[in-house]
């Protein structure tokens, strides 16, 4: 297990705390709106409240007590904002000025007002009228030569109404391009657990965390991303659950929280320990880490039969004797080089993880971003199948979702490469044949726009250019488009690197009450626990002008396509008619309208979790890849005499992804920058840096494409060594369009071999 090292981070009080009340004060003052936003937060996750758009987490499912977070705080702040981006911003501002503010800069200017119209004469956006934005957009579809040259990007916070509405056009126009946030989020935990256990979800609820012997983090910073899942594990450990963090930093939240919502611990100032055991492998090693386990618990099985379920192998599982084998010819070796752990520390795992009976895994981007990540996510799997740790209480699979509703999107049918019987769903209740081939993930969409091969580019929310890869060639993909449309709340990256012609169209946001035809709207979204719940905004909406964005998809769908296959007006005017439609093609979402109204929501059914598998063989499949041959910076190696160091982009604690709320990062000891790269001390021997010490950072590739950011600021870190650690979006030019996780095609954000020179 890893021992503190000298350069811990200088963050010594447990997370949360006073520190994370200071913060949400500071937060909520700054957004000059501090009375209708502390009235809000009390709505925040509760019955007939707004669900908020902070992370995915689950809700704690007592009624009437608080249940919000300091990033939640901010979300919610930073929407609520007092400040505007109306016409007369955009008179004083010509886009290219605007290119040249920095992503803080640019959000921070306030909420978008009315639609915003850039011509592509004239240096600055100017304002056009709902009907007339929606004219251009149709007349750009008309023109393609075919609809796949259209795509439409969809950012994880739109509601289900909002998403399914927009998949409906998107195939009634006669097209599958559903790049979506997901494609560089989680899509390879989708995509194995779909193989191995027939379901792309997580296996447990709230109920499992209050039952689970143990619960393993991997890669994944819950302290910043997701601090309401460590009041989860606060209860967890304060029962006497064990906690095991695997995560390549010692992130101070998965070390000691206090729970800002126990006055008992806010008074006497003791957190809770939060991880009993914390390993802190190498970028990239947790297949190996996992497979160590196996090759263990093999091993001791031989003479000790309880040490795995084999009852539950024989009757529920596939392929165990194929993945003996990989697991027999993987050797110890290998696992130790790419873990960087010992194999003490494995044994150790092993020890924890064999001991207990109902144990879940949970994980995220640590483990999604790799280029072997759909493998890794199959290893976990194929550990907890040993021990027949899916589907019973207390036990199971949790890859915790980013965006609030990203895994709601991707129900209702933003998927490029959607499943048949979606698509017939969709065909029998529309009568219309909608497009059979698959689409354009995120990856693709770019390298479609570079050839030429896409013009319009439509985004229901994000910041598409500054969350993607490859920024250079990203903005060239981008500017080469006819036209690109923003469907935002905020200004951002995306709206100043435009197409040919482009349109701002400003919408609600998800605090913001919603009024149509018949009424004020609820929306719906799904959590990563698969509870789909209502949302009702409660703040007055920022301008009077915008508009919802299931109303902005719809006066999109009724000018490109018209009203003879869907009658979307009247879908819009009232959005449990498309609660409706959803109940019809979605057989999960029986009387959807009014299980929504029963307390928080319902659960969506998981099979996985019933020991049902929708496998091709019926059964859990065990995965039997071995492990890479070679991980990023041995590649590299190839390319370079200079020392090589493998990069992780990651999240600061004052941002929510491409919105950057401040420049601290409060428990990494970071204050007033974000330009800095955290390196081992050896490391920094080697290189002869120092702490403070200027560099430019280089990716090693072999596509004579250079890729360089410049004025990055060296800190020591406890970090292993050959490994650093710096921001995203900052990082985003590093990171090759053409490195993406195999089979799934994920940007491999979390490694990227780099190079150092100092300045
Ligand atoms: N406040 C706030 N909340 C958010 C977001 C936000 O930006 N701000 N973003 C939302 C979104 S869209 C998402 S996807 C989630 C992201 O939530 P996280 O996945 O927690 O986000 P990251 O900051 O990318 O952190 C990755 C973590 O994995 C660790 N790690 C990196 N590589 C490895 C590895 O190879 N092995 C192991 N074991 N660990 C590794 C890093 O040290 C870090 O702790 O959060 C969501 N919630
Ligand atoms: N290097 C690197 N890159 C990464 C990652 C990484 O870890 N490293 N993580 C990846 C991940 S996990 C993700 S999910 C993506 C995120 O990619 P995106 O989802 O595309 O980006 P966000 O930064 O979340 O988008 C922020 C913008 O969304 C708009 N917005 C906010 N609320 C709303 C709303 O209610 N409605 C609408 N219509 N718009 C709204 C605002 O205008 C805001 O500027 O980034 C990916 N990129
Ligand atoms: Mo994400």
Not at 168 to 193: K, Y
Not at 526 to 543: F, I, K, L, R
Not at 581 to 590: A, G, N, Q, T, W
Request: glycine share 8%.
């Amino acid at each position: 297990m890893s021992k503190p090292t000298k350069s811990t981070p200088a963050y010594t009080s447990p997370a949360g705390g006073w520190g994370a009340l200071k913060s949400s004060a500071k937060h909520l003052i700054k957004s000059e709106n501090a009375a209708k936003n502390v009235k809000a937060l009390l709505r925040a996750n509760q019955p007939g409240g707004f669900d908020c758009p902070g992370c995915a987490w689950g809700d704690a499912p007592k009624a009437g007590k608080v249940d919000f977070c300091e990033n939640g705080v901010k979300a919610i702040a930073w929407e609520a904002t007092s400040k505007r981006v109306d016409a007369d911003f955009f008179q004083q501002h010509s886009i290219t000025e605007l290119q040249q503010w920095d992503d803080h800069s640019l959000e921070k200017s306030g909420r978008l007002t009315q639609p915003m119209f850039f011509d592509g004469k004239n240096d600055h956006y100017q304002a056009i009228t709902w009907d007339d934005a929606f004219s251009i957009i149709a007349n750009n579809l008309k023109k393609l030569p075919s609809p796949n040259e259209a795509l439409l990007y969809t950012s994880g916070r739109a509601s289900n109404e909002a998403a399914y509405l927009y998949q409906l056009f998107g195939r009634v126009l006669g097209t599958n391009n559903f790049p979506d946030c997901s494609n560089m989020c989680h899509e390879a935990s989708g995509i194995g657990m779909t193989s191995s256990l027939g379901t792309g979800k997580g296996t447990v609820t709230m109920a499992d965390f209050d039952e689970a012997d143990a619960i393993f983090v991997f890669g994944q910073n819950p302290g910043t991303n997701h601090p309401r899942m460590l009041g989860t594990l606060r209860k967890a450990s304060k029962r006497g659950a064990t906690i095991v963090s695997i995560n390549n930093l010692q992130e101070r939240g998965l070390q000691q929280f206090l729970d800002p919502q126990s006055p008992k611990e806010m008074i006497l100032f003791t957190g809770t320990n939060i991880s009993q055991y914390y390993f802190t492998p190498k970028l990239g090693g947790d297949m190996a880490i996992l497979r160590g386990v196996a090759k263990l618990l093999l091993e001791r099985f031989e003479h000790d039969k309880s040490v795995l379920d084999n009852e539950f192998i024989a009757a529920h599982c596939h392929n165990f004797a194929a993945y003996q084998h990989s697991v027999t010819a993987t050797p110890w070796q290998q696992i130790i080089d790419q873990s960087g752990l010992t194999k003490a520390d494995i044994e150790q795992i092993t020890d924890i993880y064999a001991s207990k009976k109902k144990v879940i895994f949970t994980w995220a981007m640590g483990i999604t971003q790799h280029k072997h990540s759909v493998a890794t996510i199959q290893e976990l799997v194929n550990v907890l199948l040993l021990r027949g740790n899916i589907g019973k209480l207390g036990a199971g699979a949790c890859p915790v979702r980013g965006h609030s509703n990203v895994q709601g999107n991707r129900t209702v049918g933003i998927n490029e490469k959607p499943s048949t019987a979606f698509l017939d769903a969709l065909e029998k209740q529309y009568s219309f044949k909608p497009p059979r081939e698959n689409g354009l993930n995120t990856v693709e969409s770019l390298q479609a726009m570079l050839s030429g091969q896409a013009k319009v580019f439509i985004a229901l929310g994000g910041n598409f250019s500054a969350a993607t890869p490859d920024t250079t060639r990203t903005y060239q993909a981008l500017q080469q488009c006819d036209l690109t449309v923003q469907i935002s709340t905020k200004l951002n990256r995306s709206h100043v690197i435009t197409g040919k012609q482009a349109l701002i169209l400003p919408c609600l946001g998800r605090t913001e009450i919603d009024n149509q035809n018949s009424g004020e709207q609820c929306i719906t979204v799904e959590d990563s626990m698969s509870m789909v719940h209502s949302s009702t905004g409660q703040n007055e909406p920022a301008s009077q002008h915008l508009r919802s964005e299931t109303a902005i998809v719809a006066g999109i769908a009724k000018a490109a396509v018209g009203e003879d296959v869907i009658n979307w007006t009247n879908l819009m005017s009232d959005y449990s008619l498309i609660r409706h439609d959803i109940s019809k093609v979605l057989p999960d979402f029986s009387d959807f309208n009014q299980r929504i109204k029963i307390g928080r929501g319902f659960h969506l059914e998981n099979k996985a979790a019933q020991r049902q598998w929708k496998t091709r063989s019926s059964k859990a499949e065990f995965s039997s890849a071995l492990l890479p041959e070679q991980l990023a910076h041995e590649v590299a190696q190839a390319y370079t005499e200079k020392p090589i160091l493998t990069l992780q982009t990651l999240r600061s604690h004052d941002q929510y992804n491409t919105s950057i709320y401040g420049m601290d990062d409060r428990y990494r000891g970071i204050y007033g920058e974000r330009r800095v790269v955290f390196v081992n001390a050896e490391d920094m021997i080697k290189q002869q840096l120092k702490n403070g010490d200027k560099v430019k950072i280089t990716t090693v590739s072999n596509d004579n494409i250079v890729r360089s950011i410049n004025d990055f600021k060296i800190v020591e870190y406890a970090i292993p060594q050959g490994c650093a650690a710096a921001y995203y979006p900052e990082t985003n030019p590093l990171v090759p369009l053409e490195s993406t996780a195999d089979n799934c095609g994920t940007p491999t954000y979390k490694s990227i071999a780099v190079t150092f020179d100092k300045l």
